[in-house]
T-cell receptor
Framework: GIQVEQSPPDLILQEGANSTLRCNFS?????LQWFHQNPWGQLINLFY???GTKQNGRLSATTVATERYSLLYISSSQTTDSGVYFC???????????FGTGTRLKVLA | DTEVTQTPKHLVMGMTNKKSLKCEQH?????MYWYKQKAKKPPELMFV???????INESVPSRFSPECPNSSLLNLHLHALQPEDSALYLC???????????????FGQGTRLTVV
């Protein structure tokens, strides 16, 4: 089956710093999403981005489907950005959403 | 309304109990999902329903029994669970069909299950 790897696995930042999270996937996909999981377990939709670039405030994402990767950029990080970031892909021809390995982010005040 | 509602939020059950988790969405989505998430791991797919029919069962033990009574509701019936089944159970829904685009999957807040 498809493999979805995220890097880095852990990241510690000072408040105000910028960061880039990466998601690599091993096969073609119909859909790619980025989620932020808060400490209570809620998966918050950040981006639906099967291809191209999107921006929402301090966050932006880029997916290059032909090269099988996606990037999530966080600028001017805040302590509330702490948590786990997952990408999830839906392989072509299936209903499955497969999650990446996750990046655990901690932003220090 | 982009909300998926799960109840209960927390559940403690004994190994001989029978309980059910419930999930509801009113976005008109025709695909609904159950995921299981252990601590410090990504969510793992358990079941997918498409148009109220079970489409995918990821070799889940029979002590977990899904049910989709209608297009808005999804249940997960639990019976004779083991302590290792303790986890966060997440429900999701999505609009798209097998090969069509949509806006992706939306997740509920989860049910934190403890089996004692």
């Amino acid at each position: 089956g498809i493999q979805v790897e995220q890097s880095p696995p852990d990241l510690i930042l000072q408040e105000g710093a910028n960061s880039t999270l990466r998601c690599n996937f091993s096969d073609s996909v119909n859909n790619l999403q980025w989620f932020h999981q808060n400490p209570w377990g809620q998966l918050i939709n950040l981006f639906y981005i099967p291809s191209g670039t999107k921006q929402n405030g301090r966050l932006s994402a880029t997916t290059v489907a032909t090269e099988r990767y996606s990037l999530l950029y966080i600028s001017s990080s805040q302590t509330t950005d702490s948590g786990v970031y997952f990408c999830a892909v839906r392989p072509s021809g299936t209903y499955k959403y497969i999650f990446g390995t996750g990046t655990r982010l901690k932003v220090l005040a | 309304d982009t909300e998926v509602t799960q109840t209960p939020k927390h559940l403690v059950m004994g190994m001989t109990n029978k309980k059910s988790l419930k999930c509801e969405q009113h976005m008109g989505h025709r695909a609904m999902y159950w995921y299981k998430q252990k601590a410090k791991k990504p969510p793992e797919l358990m079941f997918v329903y498409s148009y109220e029919k079970l489409s995918i069962n990821e070799s889940v033990p029979s002590r977990f029994s899904p049910e989709c009574p209608n297009s808005s509701l999804l249940n997960l019936h639990l019976h004779a669970l083991q302590p290792e089944d303790s986890a966060l159970y997440l429900c999701a829904s999505s609009q798209e069909g097998r090969n069509s685009a949509g806006q992706g999957a939306f997740f509920g807040q989860g049910t934190r299950l403890t089996v004692v």
